[in-house]
T-cell receptor, first 113, second 113 residues
């Protein structure tokens, strides 16, 4: 039981390049999330998926898109990376959307030059 | 919308002493308050949580208290040990808002030997 996995662990992009961050969970959770973590700012919600087939914007969605591919997988895409998107990205999942423990993946450290 | 403020941002205590971290929230409808611990370079992990129908919850050396009237909740760590050194995040989940677990900005706790 791997829990929540993310790929890649590290990535360096040039401004304007695109990439997709992958996330998968094997806990049969309904809800999945993408956060970014910047120094001194805690965790900010980018997008979430309450259940398979639905996605919604979080606190900081601009510059990102997501796809809930199936119940297990939730990907985050940067279409045209900017230096302001340099951050650590965490995927998380929970059984239910509201009032439930969120389990985090190991994170992806992204640098945009 | 919900806003969560966390204090202090850094805290240094002598090993064996107690540590207290405080959070306030703005949405009176919030009903779930988890605390996460993040060790350096690792993912956030849930250490304790409390729901709005409970005033206090304890798990070995850690406890959380909730004052719904004042809209604040606190994390208490007793008999601190070196492995307690980490960043701690509080969070609040407003019942009225579909996912939006809002995190505080974090407290970096250092345990002095």
């Amino acid at each position: 039981n791997a829990g929540v996995t993310q790929t890649p662990k590290f990535q360096v992009l040039k401004t304007g390049q695109s990439m997709t961050l992958q996330c998968a969970q094997d806990m049969n959770h309904n809800s999945m999330y993408w956060y970014r973590q910047d120094p001194g700012m805690g965790l900010r919600l980018i997008y979430y998926s309450a259940s398979e087939g639905t996605t919604d914007k979080g606190e900081v969605p601009n510059g990102y898109n997501v796809s809930r591919l199936n119940k297990r997988e939730f990907s985050l895409r940067l279409e045209s990376a900017a230096p302001s998107q340099t951050s650590v990205y965490f995927c998380a999942s929970s059984e239910a959307l509201r009032g439930d423990t969120q389990y985090f993946g190991p994170g992806t450290r992204l640098t945009v030059l | 919308g919900e806003n969560v403020e966390q204090h202090p941002s850094t805290l240094s205590v002598q090993e064996g002493d107690s540590a207290v971290i405080k959070c306030t929230y703005s949405d009176s409808a919030s009903n779930y308050f988890p605390w996460y611990k993040q060790e350096l370079g690792k993912r956030p992990q849930l250490i304790i949580d409390i729901r709005s129908n409970v005033g206090e919850k304890k798990d070995q050396r850690i406890a959380v208290t909730l004052n719904k009237t004042a809209k604040h909740f606190s994390l208490h760590i007793t008999e601190t040990q070196p492995e307690d050194s980490a960043v701690y995040f509080c969070a609040a989940t407003p019942y009225s808002s579909a996912s939006k677990i809002i995190f505080g900005s974090g407290t970096r706790l250092s345990i002095r030997p």
